[in-house]
């Protein structure tokens, strides 16, 4: 008998144990404030002098206390309220979109529902000019040249061709360097025709930054205008 209340005793209290265990853990997993990952694709385009930006915030797999799917942030950048447009495939993403003058640096800020703001700074750098001949062999290739700060390890330009019948090719620099010279191959012109082509050079920033319960994930873009030159054999 003596056993039996001994064992009755033991199985209550790890009962207690368990369920001490478990509210602390609901407790603590409470306490939680789950992080964001925020996605920044800042777009300029030097054509038509425009700033273009698009915001996608998607919420992790687990929502913050107190928040529901449709919960939304206020958020700024340079100084300008980005315009919320709701993504037609659910709530629990979204899409915002402004335009603004181009700079070099921008700053973040991202209010959350209970007001706290969290500001974080990111750069869109730059080209100033670019140099190339008006004639271009297919066979032999050609060199272009750019002004601007040199590329640092998390940029890379982009040389963009865009040919007859919408063909395009292109060819990839990958900081860090500090030459100004970009090499076009002749392999990299195998998919185009001698002609008129467009050219122009989009030069990427690319930028991961954990702030406060937000994970940052940035892909800026800056194009430059489009060069006319001919493609021949």
Excluded: H, W
């Amino acid at each position: 008998m003596s056993t039996r209340n001994n064992n009755i005793q033991t199985s209550i209290a790890l009962i207690a144990v368990c369920m001490t265990l478990l509210i602390g853990c609901k407790k603590k997993e409470a306490e939680i404030q789950y992080p964001r990952n925020v996605d920044f694709y800042i777009r300029y385009l030097s054509d038509g002098n425009q700033f273009k930006s698009l915001c996608k915030v998607s919420f992790a797999d687990s929502l913050a206390v107190g928040e529901t799917d449709t919960t939304n942030y206020n958020i700024t950048i340079g100084g300008k309220d980005m315009k919320q447009l709701v993504a037609p495939s659910g709530n629990k993403n979204y899409s915002l979109q402004t335009n603004l003058p181009y700079n070099s640096d921008y700053t973040i800020n991202i209010a959350n529902p209970q007001g706290k703001i969290i500001t974080q700074a990111t750069k869109l750098p730059g080209i100033d000019s670019v140099k190339t001949e008006k004639e271009i062999s297919l066979s032999k290739g050609t060199t272009i040249e750019y002004s601007g700060k040199p590329l640092s390890a998390d940029e890379t330009i982009i040389i963009m061709i865009i040919g007859k019948g919408s063909k395009s090719s292109s060819s990839t620099i990958q900081g860090p360097t500090t030459d100004n010279r970009l090499l076009l191959k002749p392999e990299n012109l195998t998919m185009l025709e001698a002609g008129p082509v467009d050219l122009y050079l989009v030069r990427t920033f690319n930028q991961d930054a954990v702030n406060e319960n937000m994970n940052f994930y940035f892909r800026n873009e800056f194009f430059t205008k489009t060069y006319k030159v001919n493609l021949v054999k």
